[in-house]
């Protein structure tokens, strides 16, 4: 049993750690995704969304539908069953079961460097997510002493710990068909956004 299965118990009790302020940040970065573009109502796909605290919270602020996609059955028992603009999906960042471009955003908040392959989930971000869509990650900065004992914490819980800098992030999803930038937050944190280019 990984660390996450074991865990969920306390992130259910303890995910829901955005501040209001953060959680209207984030709306704000998904905003330029979902102004006019999707008539049919606006749709967020959070990848390594756990127990869906954030994709409740995003739901309250914007509006959009918000699907929940991990590969933690533990986690998405937490998932909100009384909202219908909130679903859970069990399944990984490298092979998602959705159709193409039907998502109008994608979030990933401090999980990019769980996914065991990152070339494959930025493949299917490209593939998911609508041509002009949006791609948003918040990760951590591996530079430093601090986060190489973080990354080596990870590791020894057999989790990937693959972190990359901002600099790193931003030329990987360049590579593929996502171009972005990044933008430093608080402490060792940065947020990625990035646009779907024509496929």
């Not at 509006?63 to 933690?72: E, F, Y």
């Not at 949006?134 to 990937?160: C, H, N, Q, T, Y």
């Not at 996502?178 to 402490?187: H, L, Q, S, V, Y």
Request: net charge negative; aromatic share 12%; hydrophobic share 45%.
């Amino acid at each position: 049993m990984g660390f996450f299965n074991w865990a969920a118990p306390l992130f259910g009790v303890f995910a829901n750690r955005w501040s209001s302020a953060t959680i209207d940040d984030i709306a704000g970065w998904l905003s330029p995704y979902m102004r006019g573009e999707c008539p049919d109502g606006c749709h967020v796909l959070d990848v390594g969304g756990g127990t869906g605290a954030l994709a409740a919270r995003l739901h309250d602020a914007t509006g959009a539908r918000v699907t929940v996609l991990d590969p933690t059955p533990e986690m998405l028992a937490y998932v909100p069953d009384d909202v219908d603009a909130i679903t859970g999906v069990l399944g990984t960042a490298e092979a998602m079961p959705f159709d193409a471009s039907v998502f109008d955003a994608v979030i990933v908040t401090d999980a990019f460097h769980h996914f065991r392959d990152q070339d494959a989930a930025a493949r299917e971000f490209q593939r998911v997510v609508r041509c002009g869509g949006g791609v948003i990650v918040v990760d951590l900065d591996p530079s430093g002493w601090f986060m190489r004992v973080i990354a080596r914490g990870e590791k020894v819980l057999g989790e990937p710990g693959a972190f990359f800098t901002p600099e790193e992030m931003c030329a990987f999803f360049a590579a593929h068909g996502i171009e972005g930038t990044c933008e430093r937050m608080k402490g060792p944190a940065y947020r990625y956004t990035g646009t779907v280019r024509e496929q």
